[in-house]
């Protein structure tokens, strides 16, 4: 089995630049991903026929079959039972991991209209959540068939300890953040 793309960049230009710029002396210190988790939560508006079609997108997306999540709790003010259906999951690790990734990050993400790149803000641990409003932005999903815009979290589990290197890791990889904005020079002379 052939090593993915991604993973390749990571092991060949990732980790030197960033044993270089955060100062890791162990090869083991730099950080990496260790998991990809895709979660979509549907709530009650979904039928069976609509649950069996988003299990199949999330399966050709991801490669990997979903779970499906059922309520722990009754909530009469949502109309919800327990056991009935809420979401879906998968946990991405390993080489699937990698190929999800490239597709993201390299086709997915620029694949949205007027896109000027994804928040930069982590959750203090280096792990990066991203909230897409509809799935089929992945060239996966088939849109004729699709009945109901659904979204889709993409949780990003590093081994980073804090922001700044799990952002470094994600930056290098090729994540699209968005630009801070910077003063303009007006501002800077009455600073």
Known sequence: ?????LKKIYLEEVVPAL???????????????DKV???????????????????????????????VIKAKMSVS????REGMPVGIKVTLRGNVMWE??????????????????VSSKLDGLGNYTLGIIDHSIFPEINVERQRTNT??????????????????????????????????SSEQKAA
């Open 1 to 5: 089995m052939s090593v993915p793309e």
């Open 19 to 33: 044993q270089k710029n955060c100062g890791f002396q162990n090869l083991h210190q730099v950080p990496k991903i």
């Open 37 to 67: 988790v895709l979660n979509s939560s549907f709530g009650v508006e979904l039928d069976k026929n609509g649950i069996e079609e988003l299990r199949k997108d999330i399966t050709s997306l991801s490669g990997q079959a979903p779970i």
């Open 77 to 80: 003010n949502f109309k919800l």
């Open 100 to 117: 999800f990734l490239l597709r993201l990050i390299a086709i997915a993400l620029p694949n949205i209209r007027d896109f000027r790149g």
């Open 151 to 184: 979204g889709l979290d993409i949780s990003i589990v590093t081994t980073a300890e804090n922001d700044d290197h799990g952002k470094e890791l994600l930056k290098l990889l090729g994540m699209p953040f968005r630009k801070q904005p910077t003063q303009s």
